[in-house]
């Protein structure tokens, strides 16, 4: 008896002739052991009744079953939560975008509770008609939505000595991807008139710390988004509720959370954030600084100290990589720590300065493995490893670590957050 | 003085010789008012302080400011809330992806409360290796990682016989869109065998009512998901957790949630839910059947009941286009109730089956206008006239209303739902 599909198709778990590490076996064994019988299965509890009808939520919420996919803090880290940082769980989540509730945080002085219709954002400086604007105003103007990722320098700035991190969710979890709404920046300055002496533009945010950045006016006239709206939404307050800016592949405290002035000038305003903080000590002791763009990197997400392997067989190793430069061109995986390579698949859409998925289909046999990945972005960058990034830069810096990471797996299945010189 | 941008950039709102209707003007003297001074601002309240720290909303949620942006019901409309609807608010939306808190919902028995572990998906029926799998066993399959509107065919079903709801909300707020994570539903039946004999495939809900629905198999090989996530998490309890089918393009409801049974058949199974509900009385007395496809649609979400005009000039008028057969290739806007055209702007992503943003540049004399928008997908297939579709249809039709939508604004700003004949 011939069936389709049998030949024409690819199967992923074979079921005859394979003793351990099928899973799918497993589960027809379990069933028949718990129930008595292979098929078909019986009437679960919550078909024997009626369920929770509409209006019982107006704003949804995950099931009961789903409180582990949270955010993460470090308490260590930082002396204060008021300015401090939470971590994306990387490791339970799927695609590209980030669910705003599961965003990182990072604050500098905690998250203001902002009276949207107090909020005002004002343009000033070198320009000829300076303004105060309502969101009311704001949301007038032309919108573009898009989907970009925004990063903390810091993430795994933790490791620049070695591993320190047990967990996805710390060693890359100052990352997240959000279809973001509002204005360009570039439309807002066209309105109030950019002096031609203007050369750069000042981002504060209404926070208690006033955290403000300097950004060059070329970057400004790009692609940068006065944002009110993320996956949907109005912003979160974490965010920068009621408006922030985005602006996309540089340093996340760039994008200045709740934006209440932007001022054109002719030079940077040398601020606390991009001198003391924000920049990179270099090995002969002096700083780099105005290392804006967040550089080409990646990592493997579906097997990582959370997420052990509990059998052998078929797995689509998953994980994201990202480019500050543009968009992901390819991704290598290695299994043995580096020596060679295999190109895997960029799943789903490949998207500037967005988070892109890769998978490459394995099969697990048991041996102990290192895993890597090595993103390659459009500009022809290459992720390099820590040993390269070191050379140039020491082990001083808090910021960019954007090397090869590697994940050890062992014959038991656990997996360890090693460095692999 | 010359200021750049002045020439080169185009100004969305003069200040200088306008009068009423300047928002811009407005917001400058109502802060000269406020503050007796024009710039800069003062220091609010809230910068003043430092805010809530980090660790505080593991999992978060919107400000206590955006209350109003709720899924809402509505009551008349089903006799019990266990077998009902809540819309979505498309008239608070952005961009293309809906915030799973606030995706429509429609329900037949309520929402179970399915604990993932002792959850089962059995496939069986015309195939050679039937297979009862866990949740486990499921996200070991290659995934894929897409974003698709779920529509409900009844979206706008109240307004056959002309306009009863006075919101965009409940005129067509049954559709969402989100990015969809899971398998293939042609990789999982590659893993049975199917028999060559079997054409349609049975999809069968966890709920009380034990939703099913038959889909041809041609359908079931080609783009369905089995979906375990949505917008990044696991699928919402509302949306099906932990397991629901992801039909593209097709009838809301085919699209099975809490997904317990995949059956292979030579026929389709005629179930309550494709005879007695979601087919179309036609004028003669004879019904449609398996009417899957949600046909090309659009609505202008900018002006509408909930958001009135508030001033003269300068609008971006927007909205949001869809098609179950592809791609939308145009979109079309009306200020005087169709007898002219414009053509509007496609807005950042134009994916396949996926919510579609379009705008046009409008500037309100104040004058009272019929708006009208118009979408044609890739395929050809033009949005009907409510006129075109009765002359087909009746109004005895519930399902697949997908007719062209007048807003009516009036001198005062005012927006009303009307039908324009």
Chains 1, 2 share one sequence.
Not at 407 to 419: D, F, H, I, R, S
Request: hydrophobic fraction near 35%.
């Amino acid at each position: 008896m011939a069936f389709a599909g049998d030949s024409s198709r690819r199967k992923f778990f074979k079921r005859a002739g394979v003793a351990a590490g099928s899973a799918l076996l497993t589960a027809n064994q379990i069933w028949a052991a718990e129930h008595g019988e292979n098929l078909p299965p019986n009437i679960p509890s919550w078909m024997q009744q009626t369920g929770t009808g509409v209006g019982a939520a107006p704003y949804g919420s995950p099931s009961e079953y789903e409180k582990d996919a949270i955010r993460r803090t470090v308490p260590w880290l930082t002396a204060t939560p008021i300015s401090s940082v939470s971590f994306s769980p990387l490791q339970s989540l799927q695609g590209i975008i980030t669910p705003s509730s599961l965003h990182f945080e990072r604050h500098h002085s905690g998250i203001p509770n902002i009276d949207p219709e107090e909020h005002r954002l004002m343009i000033h400086g070198l320009c000829g008609n300076p303004l105060v604007l309502t969101m009311d105003d704001l949301v007038r103007f032309p919108s573009v939505s898009e989907i970009r990722f925004i990063e903390c320098p810091a993430n795994g700035g933790m490791e620049w000595r070695g591993p320190q991190m047990e967990a996805l969710q710390f060693t890359h979890g100052m990352i997240s991807c959000s279809e973001w709404t509002g204005v360009r920046l570039s439309t807002l300055l066209a309105e109030v008139g950019v002096d031609p002496k203007a050369k750069w533009v000042l981002a504060e945010g209404a926070d208690g710390a006033a955290m403000a950045r300097s950004i060059p006016l070329d970057k400004a006239l790009n692609d940068v988004i006065v944002a009110y709206a993320q996956n949907g939404e109005r912003i979160r307050p974490e965010q920068g509720y009621p408006l922030r800016l985005v602006n996309p592949g540089w340093e996340g405290n760039t994008s200045i959370k709740w934006l209440r002035r932007l001022e054109l000038g002719e030079k940077p305003w040398h601020l606390r954030e991009e001198t003391s903080k924000y920049t990179d000590l270099m090995p002969d002791g002096r700083a780099r600084r105005f290392t804006w763009v967040q550089e080409t990197n990646s990592v493997v997400t579906s097997v990582c100290p959370e997420n052990s392997l509990k059998s052998r067989g078929y797995h689509e190793l998953e994980g994201v990589a990202w480019s500050g430069r543009g968009k992901i061109k390819q991704v290598d995986i290695s299994f043995d720590g580096g020596f060679s390579w295999k190109e895997a698949k960029l799943k789903g859409l490949v998207l500037d300065k967005a988070l892109t998925r890769f998978s490459l289909d394995w099969s697990w046999d048991g041996s102990p493995a290192l895993i890597q990945s090595r993103a390659i972005d459009d500009t022809g960058y290459v992720q390099p490893t820590l040993a390269q990034l070191r050379e140039v830069r020491g082990v001083n810096s808090i910021y960019h670590k954007n090397s090869i990471h590697t994940w050890q797996v062992l014959a038991t299945g656990e997996v360890k957050n090693v460095q692999n010189t």
